[in-house]
């Protein structure tokens, strides 16, 4: 079965500059979920979105921004990075209202 | 707001062994309860999650979690723990935003298994 694809797996940056992380929600959900995990935490929610529109906002930093397109992938945008950016970021997707996040396997920054 | 405690950081099996995993809630209105289970380096697999109905839920990979509202707690068990559930596991309680559950998640616990 198709999963969440989340490109790139991992990317490495420097500090100020900026970041596109892509994701492929499986084929049919409608909802697109942002995590960020830094070392030894736990996920925390970024934003999320449904039918291509802001659904939800969490913790994401004005420095930050995100959309969801017509074929419902989504791209997380990540500009000015500070070194506190390093994390894993995830992408997840659902059906709305079902409860059950597909996640991907994410895609680790490392800003230096 | 939503809060989940795992109290263990770290808790160590021998394989063969049963397992009950601690979290416990907090959230003023119905919860919706989740077990996640993370491999390194890799993303959260939903093991099981409670919504409703029947306080004992039965998940993926042999993992029951129990849901008992008097103790704001969501354990999860397994009788028999294999070398392969060594992994990081974590508890969310899921709140309803615009539409969608929103997962808060708890620290998690490393599950080590001996042989």
């Known amino acids: 079965a198709a999963g969440v694809i989340q490109s790139p797996r991992h990317l490495i940056k420097e500090k100020r500059e900026t970041a596109t992380l892509k994701c492929y929600p499986i084929p049919r959900h409608d909802t697109v979920y942002w995590y960020q995990q830094g070392p030894g935490q736990d996920p925390q929610f970024l934003i999320s979105f449904y039918e291509k529109m802001q659904s939800d906002k969490g913790s994401i930093p004005d420095r930050f921004s995100a959309q969801q397109f017509s074929d419902y992938h989504s791209e997380l945008n990540m500009s000015s990075l500070e070194l506190g950016d390093s994390a894993l970021y995830f992408c997840?997707?659902?059906?709305?209202?079902?409860?059950?996040?597909?996640f991907g396997a994410g895609t680790r920054l490392s800003v230096l | 707001a939503q809060s989940v405690t795992q109290p263990d950081i770290h808790i160590t099996v021998s394989e063969g062994a049963s397992l009950e995993l601690r979290c416990n809630y907090s959230y003023g209105a119905t919860p919706y309860l989740f077990w996640y289970v993370q491999s390194p380096g890799q993303g959260l697999q939903l093991l099981l999650k409670?919504?409703?109905?029947?306080?004992l839920v039965q998940g993926i990979k042999g993992f029951e979690a129990e849901f008992k509202r008097s103790q704001s707690s969501f354990n999860l068990r397994k009788p028999s723990v294999h070398w392969s559930d060594a992994a990081e596991y974590f508890c969310?309680?899921?709140?309803?935003?615009?539409?969608?559950?929103?997962?808060?998640f708890g620290r998690g616990t490393s599950l080590i298994v001996h042989p």
């Open positions: 409670y919504f409703s109905g029947d306080t």
């Open positions: 997840a997707s659902s059906l709305r209202l079902a409860g059950d996040q597909y």
């Open positions: 969310a309680v899921g709140v309803l935003g615009g539409g969608s559950y929103i997962p808060t």
